[in-house]
């Protein structure tokens, strides 16, 4: 698998979550990582991404300030922590990996995508 997210589970509102992807360090040398969501019923949409460096951060207006997104090269792994999670945070999370080292949050912009991990928010 090039890309395997885990860490899915169940938190309390106002509480926080951790994820993790691993990917293959062959494939993706220089791409830069990020995670999508899908709640049920809505399309999936971006939630953050980092650039190969780890210099550069984005996120969704919904994440800033909650989530931070950061990567370990040397073991292969992009993460997500979330904070004060919300029962709207609940969803299907997916990380992917972009040759773009500027996101601007489109899907298209993402070549690989791993399997989801569900997290749920209960209030």
């Known amino acids: 698998v090039q890309l395997q997210a885990s860490g899915g589970g169940s938190v309390q509102a106002g509480g926080s979550h951790g994820l993790s992807c691993a990917y293959s360090g062959d494939t993706f040398r220089g791409y830069a990582l990020g995670w999508f969501r899908r709640v049920l019923g809505k399309e999936r949409e971006f939630v953050a991404a980092i650039n190969w460096r780890g210099e550069g951060t984005y996120y969704a207006n919904f994440a800033k300030g909650r989530f931070t997104i950061s990567r370990a090269i040397t073991k292969t792994t992009v993460y997500l922590q979330m904070n004060n999670m919300e029962s709207e945070d609940t969803a299907v999370y997916y990380c992917?990996?972009?040759?773009?080292?500027?996101?601007?949050?489109?899907?298209?912009?993402?070549?690989?995508w791993g399997q989801g991990t569900l997290v749920t928010v209960s209030s």
């Open positions: 992917a990996a972009s040759p773009f080292q500027k996101i601007n949050g489109n899907e298209a912009e993402f070549s690989a």
